[in-house]
Structures are given as structure tokens and as C-alpha cells.
């Protein structure tokens, strides 16, 4: 099998430059407006903060604010920053993440239909020291306007402000614990994706099957360690934004949400690939079966998202349902809420149905580029309306912010994707890959 190799041209990273530049000047222009949006709002609320002084002697002016002092919740347009690179962050270390789980499940599995393409999820991992370093650096900056657990006088008792539900959970919830398992996570996880990587490379040279049964062994360590991490991660960084709220299921759905996410992008770029040339030994089954796990992943996320929302819904005991509360009684949250099931489950479940649209690289292509935007605005309802409450907005600030994201975080992966063979070609699999048909 003749070597193919991917080549990151000059022009696709022009046509990459040319997205992070217009990202960067909706990025510009979404911050002005939001900045300018927050002084007005600013402006009116003093306005008739001041009527009511007049009217009132001040008293209730002066509760409000005392109230507001007390909350800790006051808005400031920068707080929609933290929460869109917070957002985009854990959107894109999970596609990260699941790239390698990806790769460790088909080991672990011994799975051959896949042999040919486990480069490209491979790839991903690449991203996992970028996002770890900006995981670090968007808590240390943003940490008090993501997380509201971070503020020291929740826990005072002396201090009105004391939270006891939240002061329970100190043992597991502080700073310097939060930051152990942070880095802990994102050491291991790069570490055992470089162990996997290499073994991998050193296999296309030498060609043993000792290589192999190595990766396996590997793999099956990774999977144990991201089985409790993927859950662990999922409750730091995401359910603890709304911290007087708890899911038994918000880790597999976490999960859910990452791994079509990173399913999506396999097939997208495994299609993109081929089209231009590449992946000559991907075949049509191959596609198939790619776009089976992407429908079939996506009934999955909703059999999660259906199950969380039923189970509270059923029960109806207040602790639990403000998470849909306050989603779905606020005007610009609501929309976003039925955008989501309908990008995320009705979309590919309807046009993945029939066999042929499965097999088909337009239809391939326009599911899988649906259901990456679709997760994206999951992350979106998940963090957003927990960080900025009623003052959440989406516009050009959210559009800009995710194509920088995106660009680089491909940048990254197909840099990484051009310096080792596009196909593991001495992976004992591949002949079963090259054979592979689905009917």
C-alpha cells in the first residue's frame, strides 16, 4: 500500500487565516456593542434609580443595591467574554479528548472497519496542551465571573453572604483541590495520547503486532482513567457553574454531547479528505458506518437529555427543575432551547434515517456540519444562562469568538495531521478496513 501523506497546503492555511481574520473583527465588533449595550442599560437604570430617589428618599434605591452587594451577581459586559472562551474551551478540549477516545476504543475493541482513518481523531489530541493552558488561564482571570462557588465569603459564617448549601460542598469544591484535578486531568490525558501516538508511529516503521497489543494495552488504561475523568471533568467545569443544582446524569450527558461532537468531526473531515484525494482505502461502508454512529449517537444524546428533563420534570421538586426554569422562561434562553433538540436530534434523525443518505458525502456533510453547531450551542445553553443569568445574549461576540476557536483549533490538528502517514500502514487491521462493506 502505497504511503499517503497529508499535505497542510499554503492555501488551505490562507483560507484558515482568512476565517480567523473576519472572527477577529466580529470579535472586535461584537465586544463594542455589547460594552456599548451595558452603558446604555447602565445609563437607564441610574435614570430611574435617581426618580426613585426623589420619589422615594432613597430607600429603595439604596435596598437594591444592598441586595445586589449582598447577591455578588453584578453584571459587567467582560463577563460575557469569560463565558463564551469558557464556552468554546470545553466545546473544543472535549472534541480534543473524545479524539483520542476514539482511538483508544477501536484498539481496546479491535475493531478493523476504522483502521484506515484513526489519524485523523488522533489528530485532535494535538489540541489537549492548548486547552489545558487555557483552562488555567480563563479560571485564573475569569474564574470569580464563571464560578460563583470561588468567592471566599460564601463560606464565612459571619458574613451575610454565607451560603450553607454551597459551603457543604467545600470539601470537594475549593480552589486549590479544583486546580490539583485540573491539571491531573490534562497531564494524564496528553501524556497517555503521546504514549499512543508514538507506539502507533513506531508500528508504521517496524511493523510487529507487539505494537499493536501494546496500544491495546494502553488503550484499555486511558478508557478506565476517561470513564471516571470524563464524569469528574464534566462536574468541575460545567455543573458546578449552577452549584446549588446536581444531576446524577449530567456526566454521561457531558459525554453525549462530546462524543457526536467529535463523531461529527471524524466523518466531516474524513469526507473532506477523500474528496480532495486522500483516504483512497476508505471505502463507501466505511462512510456508512460513520454515519450510522453519528445518527446513532445522536438518538443517544437525546435518550440522555430526555431521560435528565423527564426525571425532574416527573418529580417537580423546586431544587431541581430551576435548570429548565430558568432556561425555558426566559425569552432569548427558550429559543436556544428548542434549537438545540431541533439541530441536535429531530435534523439527523430525520435525514440519517433512510440507508442512502448514510451514503451519500452531501448528506454526510450537511448533517455532520449541523450537529457540530448544534453541540456547540448545547455548551451554550449549558454554561451561559448559569454565568451571565438573565443577561445572556448571542451575536456577532459568540460568532466571532467560535471561528477563532475553530480555526485554530484546526490549524492545530492538520498541522499535527501532516507530520506522520494519513494511514497507520502497517496496523495489522487494514485489510479488513480496505474490505470493509456494509449492505
Not at 125 to 149: M, V
Request: glycine share 8%; charged share 15%.
Amino acid at each position: 500500500m502505497a504511503e499517503e501523506q497529508f499535505q497542510f497546503t499554503a492555501k488551505a492555511k490562507k483560507r484558515l487565516s482568512i476565517l480567523a481574520v473576519v472572527g477577529v473583527v466580529l470579535l472586535i465588533l461584537g465586544i463594542f456593542s455589547a460594552s456599548s449595550n451595558s452603558h446604555h442599560a447602565d445609563e437607564a437604570s441610574h435614570g430611574e434609580g435617581t426618580e426613585q430617589v426623589a420619589e422615594s428618599h432613597g430607600e429603595e434605591a439604596h435596598a437594591g443595591e444592598e441586595h445586589a452587594a449582598e447577591e455578588g451577581h453584578g453584571y459587567h459586559w467582560s463577563k460575557r467574554i469569560f463565558a463564551n472562551l469558557w464556552i468554546n474551551n470545553m466545546y473544543f478540549v472535549g472534541l480534543a479528548l473524545l479524539g483520542v477516545f476514539f482511538v483508544a476504543i477501536q484498539y481496546v475493541s479491535q475493531a478493523g472497519w476504522s483502521a484506515a482513518l484513526i489519524r485523523i481523531p488522533m489528530s485532535f489530541g494535538n489540541w489537549l496542551p492548548i486547552g489545558g493552558i487555557l483552562t488555567l488561564l480563563i479560571f485564573w482571570f475569569g474564574g470569580h465571573d464563571i464560578f460563583h462557588w470561588t468567592h471566599e465569603y460564601l463560606y464565612d459564617v459571619n458574613d451575610p453572604r454565607y451560603d450553607a448549601i454551597i459551603a457543604g460542598k467545600e470539601g470537594y469544591l475549593n480552589t486549590p483541590f479544583f486546580l490539583v484535578r485540573m491539571v491531573i486531568y490534562f497531564v494524564v490525558w496528553f501524556l497517555m495520547f503521546r504514549w499512543i501516538r508514538k507506539k502507533s508511529l513506531e508500528e508504521d516503521l517496524n511493523g510487529s503486532s507487539k505494537y499493536y497489543y501494546k496500544l491495546r494495552g494502553i488503550s484499555a488504561g486511558f478508557i478506565v482513567f476517561f470513564a471516571v475523568t470524563s464524569s469528574t471533568s464534566a462536574w468541575d467545569w460545567i455543573l458546578s457553574i449552577d452549584t446549588h443544582w446536581f444531576s446524577t446524569m449530567f456526566g454521561w450527558y457531558v459525554f453525549a454531547s462530546w462524543w457526536v461532537t467529535a463523531l461529527a468531526a471524524i466523518t466531516l473531515i474524513t469526507v473532506i479528505l477523500k474528496e480532495q484525494g486522500y483516504l483512497k482505502i476508505v471505502n463507501i461502508g466505511v462512510l456508512h458506518d460513520l454515519g450510522k454512529f453519528v445518527f446513532a449517537f445522536s438518538i443517544f444524546w437525546t435518550y440522555i437529555w430526555f431521560s435528565q428533563f423527564m426525571l425532574i420534570y416527573y418529580s417537580n421538586i423546586p431544587e431541581e427543575t430551576v435548570y429548565f426554569i430558568e432556561r425555558l422562561s426566559s425569552d432569548h434562553y427558550s429559543i436556544v432551547f428548542f434549537v438545540n433538540l431541533i439541530l441536535n436530534f429531530f435534523f439527523p434523525f430525520l435525514v440519517f434515517m433512510p440507508r442512502d443518505s448514510k451514503r451519500h458525502t452531501v448528506f454526510l456533510k450537511i448533517v455532520t456540519i449541523i450537529v457540530l453547531i448544534g453541540h456547540w450551542f448545547d455548551f451554550y445553553l449549558m454554561i451561559t444562562p448559569g454565568v451571565l443569568k438573565e443577561n445572556g445574549g448571542f451575536g456577532l461576540l459568540e460568532i466571532g469568538m467560535a471561528m477563532i476557536f475553530g480555526v485554530a483549533f484546526l490549524f492545530v490538528a492538520l498541522t499535527g495531521l501532516s507530520k506522520y502517514p494519513l494511514v497507520a500502514k502497517n496496523h495489522p487491521m487494514i485489510k479488513e478496513a480496505e474490505h470493509h462493506h456494509v449492505f
